[in-house]
């Protein structure tokens, strides 16, 4: 059993992770850079390092550094939490190849499954629905038109590595395409360090749809439901349900059970979410994530799994702590990501939070790692915090959820709460009739 963990991770997903270690009495250590000294994963955790100043490359993305604190602290692993280095495919070499254990899949797999186009091609050959796209990296803006015009329009043209939205782009005509293909290139290259781009066809009203996966070592393989994450702007995510209102439960048992299989099949071990476009009553892959999402929680909510606590034992060497007849679905979840940015122009908000009080009462979770004093650096992602509400019904989970979002108060910043207070009381949304268009439509860019 692993004894104790670096969290390579800031925010509120440490301080998760350090819950997760708590209930498990592993010892912790957190990271941080200079900015972050009095943040709230340092304050509770059992050890800190500080590994550099507040620039991501020189603190939370130092590989060197964060290892050097691995071993100087006696971890015997490292979670990366998600973003950051959570899917480098060389840091978790790099961590294996220093006696540690890298709690997540293997270096192999993160790199073959963080290729979206790999990703794709391997999904279509255990026999998963695949968007049509590309069979490779689009190299030029004249191939990228000449497969556009092959394909038909629209495409979309996306970065092969990374995630959370950026590098993607939609032509809807020839004349987007060298635009649209150059500002994609542009974007992977500076949020991923990788600049390569291929194309995909273009679903005009899909909902986004994802399943969460756990598998350990003994080949065991089972999934957690689905979260339905269509309620986006710029192809990022701002709410989520679990369990999605278009999926009846013999839809969502037949299809979890035979993304398990696959899953199993391709022996990948961790926890893993594979994700789709739903149109036409159809499922489509389009990427797989190995890592911890940011809204695992709402999964944890209808299923009772501790996500974090099963990924941390799998990679101790544990079997799955229950199999897919014992998972049971209850009740209907929702997350609103509360990000530090202005509600109606999303410029992100930097500053010192003065006044915090966190919504309760029955069926709400705040995941954060905010305080009355606390500083939001201008370095870092904008997310602050995660509202979680659950309830017997959908029904009543949007009732919860207005009454937490009327409560909560954080002063001195900028922040999305009051968007979520609109997108709670919009006639399409507590109908469930949106897509991944909705809120851009209804709320502009």
Same mark, same amino acid.
């Given at each position: 059993?692993?004894?104790?963990?670096?969290?390579?991770?800031?925010?509120?997903?440490?301080?998760?992770?350090? $819950?997760?270690?708590?209930?498990?009495?592993? =010892?912790?250590?957190?990271?941080? =850079?200079? @900015?972050?000294?009095?943040a709230m994963h340092v304050r509770l955790a059992d050890e800190s390092v500080c590994i550099g100043p507040a620039q991501p490359r020189e603190s939370y993305l130092n590989v060197p550094a964060i290892i050097s604190a691995a071993c100087v602290t006696g971890a015997d692993a490292i979670h990366p939490g998600f973003g950051f280095l959570s899917e480098n495919a060389m840091f978790a070499h790099m961590v294996k190849e220093h006696g540690l254990i890298f709690i997540g899949p293997k270096a192999d797999q993160i790199a073959m499954i963080g290729d979206k186009i790999m990703a794709k091609k391997t #999904?279509?050959?255990?026999?998963?629905?695949?968007? =049509? *796209? =590309?069979?490779?990296? @689009?190299?030029?803006?004249?191939?990228?038109? $000449?497969?556009?015009?092959?394909? *038909?329009?629209?495409?979309?043209? /996306?970065?092969?590595?990374?995630? +959370?939205? $950026?590098? #993607?782009? @939609?032509?809807?005509?020839?004349?987007?395409v060298p635009l649209a293909y150059e500002t994609a290139r542009r974007e992977a290259g500076i949020a991923f360090g990788n600049d390569s @781009?291929?194309?995909? /066809?273009?679903?005009?009203?899909?909902?986004?749809?994802?399943?969460?996966?756990?598998?350990?070592?003994?080949?065991?393989?089972?999934?957690?439901?689905?979260r339905d994450c269509s309620l986006q702007r710029r192809n990022q995510k701002v709410w989520e349900e679990a369990p999605s209102i278009v999926l009846t439960p013999a839809f969502r048992d037949e299809f979890g059970r035979k993304i398990a299989t696959a899953i199993s099949?391709?022996?990948?071990? +961790?926890?893993?979410?594979?994700e789709f476009l739903y149109e036409n009553d159809q499922l489509f892959f389009i990427e797989m994530n190995t890592r911890l999402q940011v809204e695992h929680p709402i999964t944890e909510m209808i299923t009772g799994c501790d996500i974090v606590c099963e990924q941390i034992l799998i990679a101790s060497g544990e079997k799955l702590s229950l199999t897919q007849e014992e998972v049971k679905f209850s009740g209907h979840a929702i997350e609103c990501r509360i990000n530090a940015e202005n509600p109606a122009t999303f410029i992100p908000s930097a500053g010192t939070v003065s006044n915090y009080h966190c919504p309760g009462g029955p069926g709400v979770r705040v995941d954060s790692a905010l305080y009355d004093g606390c500083k939001i650096p201008p370095y870092y992602d904008s997310l602050i915090a995660k509202l979680i509400v659950c309830g017997r019904d959908r029904q009543q989970c949007l009732a919860r959820l207005r009454r937490a979002l009327r409560e909560y108060v954080i002063d001195g910043v900028d922040t999305l709460v009051p968007l979520h207070q609109k997108i709670s009381d919009n006639p399409n949304v507590v109908e469930g009739k949106f897509d991944i268009h909705f809120l851009e439509k209804i709320f502009g860019n």
């Open positions: 059993m692993i004894k104790k963990i670096l969290i390579a991770n800031r925010g509120e997903i440490a301080i998760r992770i350090l $819950r997760a270690c708590k209930d498990l009495n592993i =010892s912790t250590v957190a990271v941080h =850079s200079t @900015v972050d000294a009095d #999904m279509a050959r255990i026999g998963l629905p695949v968007v =049509s *796209g =590309s069979d490779g990296t @689009v190299t030029s803006i004249e191939k990228a038109l $000449r497969m556009a015009e092959k394909m *038909g329009f629209p495409v979309l043209i /996306k970065a092969t590595g990374g995630g +959370g939205g $950026r590098g #993607m782009n @939609v032509a809807r005509s020839p004349q987007d @781009v291929y194309l995909e /066809k273009y679903l005009e009203n899909p909902r986004h749809i994802e399943f969460q996966i756990l598998a350990d070592q003994f080949g065991n393989a089972i999934h957690l439901g689905e099949q391709l022996g990948y071990v +961790g926890v893993g979410t594979l």
